[in-house]
């Protein structure tokens, strides 16, 4: 608490490349793999119109559902998107959001056409290992076993 030496604008993604992942990267971990203009803003997988923004990264663009602004608390951390004063969309990382905050989310997460990913996948394997404990509670032994009488 108090000054660093250290002062990124994010610290999981610093200004500098310099013995970090480079911006293409960066881009890429964010979803923001859009067709640049003046390709039209289309989803390459379901081609349908989205809003095309650029990023804060030199030319890499991301594709957001149109006229679609959702509270940031129930979008899960890196996929939400606020679009800045200047126009940039600005993924807000896993930045907690401060309530009331609505975001952008980015069409991936939405397309009838891809898989639909795991954002919480310690979420999902507890829920399995539930599934399972609830299972066992209620499997009853089958009826081929021996009367005890």
Excluded: K
């Excluded at 394997?125 to 009488?149: I, K, S, V």
Aim: aromatic share 6%; glycine share 6%; proline share 14%.
């Amino acid at each position: 608490m108090g000054d660093t030496e250290y002062d990124a604008s994010c610290p999981d993604r610093p200004d500098g490349d310099h013995d970090h992942l480079t911006a293409a990267f960066h881009a890429l971990l964010e979803g923001a793999t859009a067709p640049r203009p003046p390709a039209p803003p289309e989803c390459p997988f379901c081609e349908l119109p989205q809003d095309r923004y650029a990023t804060d990264h030199a030319g890499h663009w991301v594709l957001l559902e149109p006229r679609i602004l959702v509270p940031a608390h129930t979008v899960p951390p890196r996929r939400r998107w606020i679009i800045t004063s200047t126009g940039t969309a600005l993924n807000l990382w896993d930045a907690e959001p401060l309530p009331g905050a609505m975001c952008r989310i980015p069409h991936r997460i939405a397309c009838p056409c891809l898989e639909p990913e795991d954002h919480w996948p310690w979420m999902t394997a507890l829920r399995h290992h539930n599934g399972r404990r609830a299972q066992r509670l209620f499997d009853l032994p089958g009826e081929d076993l021996p009367d005890t009488g």
